[in-house]
């Protein structure tokens, strides 16, 4: 083999991994300015799309009526019970929540402050689950 093949063999080489890094690079700049797209430039939008994405299970219990023996006594009765759920993460006020929900349910001070108490000791995204069963007379 002559130089001249040797150097054209080399130049071919080297110009074929210049190609390639040019190719790298570009490719992993799209990628980049992709990344950068989606997780700063658009990150609100994207927020707010996998907060309305989420999944919240309701069970709603059927209203049933008293049940009875063969004497017509009474051996269970209906009592209502709500359960109230709260996320603290997306709570600003609580004594507006508390006050807003007296509407319809009675909460004694002693529930509120066991309420706060477990807001204290959860983690913020967890929920906090209260059984409350006096419904307030209208």
Do not use: C
Request: charged share 30%; no cysteine; glycine share 2%.
């Amino acid at each position: 083999m002559f130089y001249s093949d040797q150097k054209k063999q080399l130049q071919d080489l080297n110009r074929r991994a210049f190609f390639l890094l040019l190719g790298k690079v570009s490719l992993f700049t799209i990628l980049g300015w992709r990344l950068y797209n989606i997780q700063i430039k658009d990150s609100q939008k994207y927020q707010t799309l996998s907060i309305n994405n989420q999944i919240d299970v309701k069970i709603l219990y059927p209203v049933r009526g008293n049940i009875t023996d063969r004497n017509n006594n009474i051996i269970a009765r209906n009592i209502k019970v709500f359960d109230l759920y709260i996320i603290p993460e997306r709570v600003e006020n609580y004594n507006d929540i508390f006050n807003a929900l007296s509407h319809f349910v009675e909460i004694d001070f002693k529930k509120r402050r066991d309420i706060l108490n477990l807001v204290k000791q959860t983690k913020k995204f967890n929920k906090i689950k209260r059984l409350l069963t006096k419904p307030k007379l209208r």
